[in-house]
């Protein structure tokens, strides 16, 4: 049976981050991946957790689902802050991949979540139009360019990404949820059947 393990890395501000459309994305994942056949494991960092155990849940995972919302171009701290205490333990890593006596090994090679995938969930005020776009605010780069500090957290620790979802325009566009969940949905179909 394959193991998930799903981080919703919300936070709350009352007004524009309530948290249902995130809860929305964090439901729909765990029915697709119940009805799938995975076992499933789950942490709402913001409702508090024990660092040990997510440790333990890291092992555990075949792969990892991470939803948050992207706050000031990154993701939320307390989402920084659980990515802190749980790596820094040093169990995901032997040490940051370097060799005195095997030039050979370079930084950042020395996870040992090896063989373990995760994926990227995201939801944007930002609409779509400004990635990839040279004259657009995240200067021609991509979406996972943008991301580039959270794919690294994970591929520090030997974690090979899947193909990120994201959605747009939440706040200023029109939002169809719906629809956008259906998307979502294909994602999850496409990265982990």
């Known amino acids: 049976m394959k193991k998930v393990l799903i981080l919703n890395g919300h936070q709350y501000y009352k007004g524009p981050a309530n948290g249902e459309l995130t809860n929305h994305y964090i439901e729909k994942a765990k029915d697709f991946f119940s009805k799938n056949g995975f076992e499933v494991k789950y942490t ?3 409702k508090g957790y024990e660092v040990e155990e997510e440790c333990e849940k890291f092992e555990w995972a075949d792969y990892v689902l991470f939803q948050y919302p992207v706050y000031w171009m990154g993701v939320p701290w307390i989402a920084k802050k659980y990515f802190d205490e749980t790596f820094t333990q040093g169990r995901h890593y032997e040490s940051d991949g370097r060799s005195r006596s095997d030039a050979s090994k370079t930084y950042g090679t020395g996870g ?3 063989g373990k995938k995760y994926m990227l ?3 944007y005020n930002c609409p779509l139009s400004e990635f990839d776009n040279p004259k657009g605010f995240f200067d021609g780069l991509s979406l996972d360019q943008a991301h580039v500090a959270t794919h690294k957290t994970f591929e520090f620790c030997g974690l090979e990404p899947l193909k990120t979802y994201s959605v747009h325009d ?3 566009g029109d939002l169809d949820l719906a629809k956008e969940l259906e998307k979502f949905e294909s994602v999850l179909k496409e990265n982990f059947l």
């Open 44 to 46: 709402h960092m913001e």
């Open 112 to 114: 040992l979540l090896k």
């Open 121 to 123: 969930s995201v939801t």
């Open 170 to 172: 939440i706040f200023k």
